[in-house]
């Protein structure tokens, strides 16, 4: 079994590789929920969903997140509100875009949960809704949130990175109610042939899953069999704020920068060939350091690219590769 610790979107495409190369039945994804918010009265769980729509070829490929051929009529019609609605209410915010599509994935979560059903549970549910076969689970069926601090005060994840658009300064990060969380599963860590960090941001994707307690002492014990992908390239992020608030935090906003937070829990780490003169930069952080293409936007790259990352650890997922 191959596990891969997930974010959104950079996460979503490695695994859309991962699924070319290897039967989808063989993976198993553990994606960050830090970055859940309630809307609207509903559940959302932004990660999971475009782990589950871009698996699903149902991604809109443009914005990459949400779905395709999405209308935004519901989102239009809060307009209406606004002049009648009391200040100091949040009612019908619409900073945060829900389309019309999308917003049956939240109703259906959102009814499920009420009933007591776990996000585990809900979470596959969805996942055979849209006919998938790997394994998509939350990292916790507790609640966890990403709270951002400013200069200005502290504000949840979602409006840091979508109602500002992730545009002033962070001062520090919090994963609230990580420390009373329980790990979805010890076993997925403890049996997994092959464990890939996915190439997603270290602080506020990764970050959260490592916060529960016993996950970073369960990584370290499986290190030898531990690969990581670098989100950075060329000293920046492709796609989102990691590389400022790398910065920011007081974190080196390259691949040394990664390697330096990940040698704990991985012993190799992928990076671009635009980075291939820092190899031994890298490796001098204490870890094995592949440099190949990594910028997932061109054909082919994703499956390549889990390929390179499976056969790097000593069982290769499990998996049976051509010689």
């Known amino acids: 079994m191959i596990l891969v610790i997930a974010g959104g979107v950079g996460a979503a495409r490695f695994l859309s590789g991962l699924v070319q190369a290897v039967p989808p039945s063989e993976v198993t994804a553990v994606v960050n929920t830090g970055d859940d918010t309630e809307l609207h009265g509903l559940s959302i769980s932004p990660d999971i969903d475009t782990v589950t729509y871009t698996l699903s070829q149902s ?89 951002v601090h400013l200069e200005s005060g502290s504000v949840p994840f979602q409006e840091y990175f979508v109602r500002l658009q992730h545009s002033v300064p962070v001062t520090g990060v919090e994963f609230v109610g990580a420390s009373t969380s329980r790990f979805i599963d010890d076993s997925l860590i403890t049996n997994a042939d092959t464990i890939v960090i996915a190439p997603s941001n270290p602080i506020v994707s990764i970050g ?47 691949v040394v920068g990664v390697a330096r937070m990940y040698a704990p829990i991985c012993s190799t780490l992928i990076i671009d060939q635009q980075d291939a003169h820092l190899v031994s930069a890298v490796e001098s952080e204490g870890v094995r350091c592949i440099a ?32």
């Open 59 to 147: 991604i809109d490929p443009e914005r990459g997140w949400g779905l395709r051929n999405e209308t935004w009529r519901a989102m239009e019609s809060l307009a209406r509100f606004e002049p009648v609605r009391p200040a100091g209410s949040s009612a019908a915010p619409r900073w945060f875009n829900l389309g019309d599509q999308d917003l049956a994935t939240h109703f259906y979560r959102t009814a499920r949960l009420s009933e007591g059903a776990t996000l585990s549970e809900v979470t596959d549910e969805i996942r055979r809704a849209f006919e998938l076969e790997v394994r998509i689970v939350p990292m916790s069926n507790d609640p966890v949130r990403t709270v």
């Open 208 to 254: 959260p899953i490592r916060a529960i307690p016993g996950v970073e002492e369960a990584l370290r014990a499986r290190r030898e069999h531990t690969v990581a992908v670098s989100p950075i390239v060329a000293g920046a992020a492709l796609k989102g704020p990691a590389d400022r608030m790398l910065v920011e935090l007081g974190h080196e906003p390259t």
């Open 292 to 323: 190949t293409d990594t910028i997932m936007s061109k054909p082919g790259v994703a499956k390549s690219l889990a390929e390179v990352a499976v056969r790097a650890t000593p069982k290769q997922g499990g998996h049976t590769w051509p010689a």
